[in-house]
C-alpha cells in the first residue's frame, strides 16, 4: 500500500481558491489512479476528482466542475487538487486516495475501489 499525507487546508472565503497537496510514499505511485474526496458535516463521503495513472482518466463530480483541476507529478509522487471560485458548500475534510490496478470502468470513481487514504485536510469556506 502507498501512504497519503494532505496538505494545504485552511480557510478561504467564498470566491477564493486554494490548493491541496498529497504526498505519496512508496516508488510505485505512478501506478495507482489517485483520487480526491470529501465529506461534510452530517454528511456521506462523496467523490470530487480522480485522475489516472499518467494523468489521463481525468474525472469530477458536477458541482466542482470548471472550478476545480486535479492534477499530479509523479516524479515528486504529489496529487494536487486545485480550487478556484470556491463556495461555502465547499466547506468540508478533503481526503487523497489511491486506487491500484485501475480499470478505469463504472466504478472507477467508487470510494470502495480506493484502498489506500490519507488522514484529510480541513477546507472551510466562509461567505
Known amino acids: 500500500q502507498v501512504q497519503l499525507v494532505e496538505s494545504g487546508g485552511g480557510l478561504a472565503q467564498a470566491g477564493g481558491s486554494l490548493r491541496l497537496s498529497c504526498a505519496a510514499s512508496?516508488?510505485?505511485?505512478?501506478?495507482?489512479?489517485m483520487g480526491w474526496f470529501r465529506q461534510a458535516p452530517g454528511k456521506e463521503r462523496e467523490f470530487v476528482a480522480v485522475?489516472?495513472?499518467?494523468?489521463?482518466?481525468?474525472y469530477y463530480t458536477d458541482s466542482v466542475k470548471g472550478r476545480f483541476t486535479i492534477s499530479r507529478d509523479n516524479a515528486k509522487n504529489v496529487v494536487y487538487l486545485q480550487m478556484n471560485s470556491l463556495k461555502p458548500e465547499d466547506t468540508a475534510v478533503y481526503y487523497c486516495?489511491?486506487?491500484?490496478?485501475?480499470?478505469?470502468?463504472?466504478?472507477?470513481?467508487?470510494?470502495?475501489?480506493?484502498?489506500?487514504w490519507g488522514q484529510g485536510t480541513q477546507v472551510t469556506v466562509s461567505s
Open positions: 512508496g516508488r510505485t505511485f505512478s501506478s495507482y489512479a
Open positions: 485522475i489516472g495513472e499518467s494523468g489521463l482518466y481525468i
Open positions: 486516495a489511491a486506487q491500484s490496478s485501475p480499470r478505469y470502468g463504472s466504478d472507477y470513481r467508487m470510494a470502495a475501489r480506493f484502498g489506500s
